[in-house]
T-cell receptor, first 111, second 113 residues
């Protein structure tokens, strides 16, 4: 079945890199996504990666995909206070528009 | 280009009542999906509509239903509300093809008292 797991909390110092990890179970997933949610807001799409890619970089964001281990990570370089939010990893169920989300990782930035 | 618009933003209803939530997708997008977000269960898929047809459905009771209009706007209805239906309801808009991004609205916060 489909299941996505994330650690619940991450705390980093301002200016450091943040790495948020995610594991998924559905090997047929075609796309994997990272969303950001700020308090009281909806989900903001940050980036996504196709399952036949290993890495994708977009400005301060780097996504790494290890398909063999079904492990996905999001690295945020030079973390800023504005990056404080909950980050969700999601897998796209093959052949459907359905997304299966992890529990979300709350990122806290320390000055 | 306008984003995904959900109305209303906040709702308070009483147990046993019914509620209708609305979602207007991004112009040109034909797929609308609905999700329920609660602290206990996280984000869960409700259903997806494409060209006025329900294509996928999650594991929710029949009290949860939806529809999509010819202009791609979608409504979600919950009948006989229960306290446990209190949640943030999010809708996502996409083109509907195989390799498309899903963009979310701000959500409707429903409180059942």
């Amino acid at each position: 079945g489909e299941d996505v797991e994330q650690s619940l909390f991450l705390s980093v110092r301002e200016g450091d890199s943040s790495v948020i990890n995610c594991t998924y179970t559905d090997s047929s997933s075609t796309y994997l996504y990272w969303y950001k949610q700020e308090p009281g807001a909806g989900l903001q799409l940050l980036t996504y990666i196709f399952s036949n890619m290993d890495m994708k970089q977009d400005q301060r964001l780097t996504v790494l995909l290890n398909k063999k281990d079904k492990h996905l990570s999001l690295r945020i370089a030079d973390t800023q206070t504005g990056d404080s939010a909950i980050y969700f990893c999601a897998e796209r169920v093959q052949g459907a528009q359905k997304l299966v989300f992890g529990q979300g990782t709350r990122l806290t930035i320390n000055p | 280009k306008a984003g995904v618009t959900q109305t209303p933003r906040y709702l308070i209803k009483t147990r046993g009542q019914q509620v209708t939530l609305s979602c207007s997708p991004i112009s040109g997008h034909r797929s609308v999906s609905w999700y329920q977000q609660t602290p206990g269960q996280g984000l869960q898929f409700l259903f997806e509509y494409f060209s006025e047809t329900q294509r996928n459905k999650g594991n929710f009771p029949g009290r949860f239903s939806g529809r999509q209009f010819s202009n791609s706007r979608s409504e979600m209805n919950v009948s006989t509300l229960e306290l446990g239906d209190s949640a943030l309801y999010l809708c996502a808009s996409s083109m509907g093809g195989e390799n498309t991004e899903a963009f979310f609205g701000q959500g409707t916060r429903l409180t059942v008292v």
